[in-house]
Nanobody
Framework: QVQLVESGGGLVQAGGSLRLSCVASGNTLGINRMGWYREAPGKERELVATMLSGGTTTSADNVKGRFTISRSNARNTVYLQMNNLTPEDTAVYYC???????????WGQGTQVTVSS
């Protein structure tokens, strides 16, 4: 089992920045992928960005150039630096963890990000 604890959400004005953090604990040994998804009201959960333990990243087109994912393997922590936020970024942001070889999903409790215009 893996437990995920997120922090860093909040209310920010358009054009502002926030940094999300997620710490994983439990059975975290081995090749893994950590990242962020978001779910806006009335919409399906969508990928924001992920990062393999080896460093390979994936990100959604609508956040490229504004959001940066990074991680500390030593701290089992993944970060999401979000810059130039827009109201369309308003959502609950969920931390996600997957581990080789089964790549089962583990989810955090979610953190609310609200961007006012």
């Amino acid at each position: 089992q893996v437990q995920l604890v997120e922090s860093g959400g909040g209310l920010v004005q358009a054009g502002g920045s926030l940094r999300l953090s997620c710490v994983a604990s439990g059975n975290t040994l081995g090749i893994n992928r950590m990242g962020w998804y978001r779910e806006a009201p009335g919409k399906e959960r969508e990928l924001v960005a992920t990062m393999l333990s080896g460093g390979t990243t994936t990100s959604a087109d609508n956040v490229k150039g504004r959001f940066t994912i990074s991680r500390s393997n030593a701290r089992n922590t993944v970060y999401l630096q979000m810059n130039n936020l827009t109201p369309e970024d308003t959502a609950v942001y969920y931390c996600n963890y997957q581990r080789s070889p089964r790549w089962v999903d583990y989810w955090g409790q979610g953190t609310q990000v609200t961007v006012s215009s």
